[in-house]
């Protein structure tokens, strides 16, 4: 799969809840295919339809089944106000650098005219010394030292939040050369609960391997 939408098959093995997957296949570029479009117009993953109502972002798919079932979220106003940050600043803020660096490091890599090389080369160590490499050790930095001071992104409970977090710490892991201790020991504590090995098992990994 290598998708956002380990996330929501992970948050429906959390809460027990019945789901029929549906699986759509990337094509040769990794885009999703043009049938996604039938489920929703942006054609993107990962999307839901519960009670005949169409829900895509995974962010407020998590939402949505943490408040229906009023599990999954904290309700102590400090923890909820952490739950609520870090369910969204994971696609908000984390995100993009990360993006970006994902496409200078395509730059580097790609096939082109050898007269042109050294010159798309340096712009993406540009666009990487002045942008997303600072940008991605700002933002993981400070997840970095959130994690010291808990166990789980809201608070002492696992939680949604945590669901979402973890496509962003996963991808800036990868690239850490061994740093971000705290990043590291929470991704084992999030990886070994028994609901995230079975969405494992159904979806596939969130990532590729390397």
Known sequence: MYSRSLRVLWLLEE???DYELVRYERDGDFRAPPSL???HPLGRAPVVVV???????SGA?????ADREQRLRPTSPEALREYRFFLHYAEGSAMPPLLVQLLVERVRSAPMPVIVKPIARRIASEIERNYSGP????HFGFAERSLSERSYFAGAEFS?????MFYPVEAALRRSNGRWPQ???WRARVTARDAYRRAEEKGGPA???R
């Open 15 to 17: 809460l027990g809840l």
């Open 37 to 39: 479009e039938k489920a």
């Open 51 to 57: 009670d005949g109502v169409v829900l895509a972002e």
């Open 61 to 65: 798919i998590l939402e949505h089944f």
């Open 135 to 138: 940008a991605v050790e700002r």
């Open 160 to 164: 949604a939040a945590d669901i979402q």
């Open 183 to 185: 990043l590291r020991a």
């Open 207 to 209: 990532l590729p391997d």
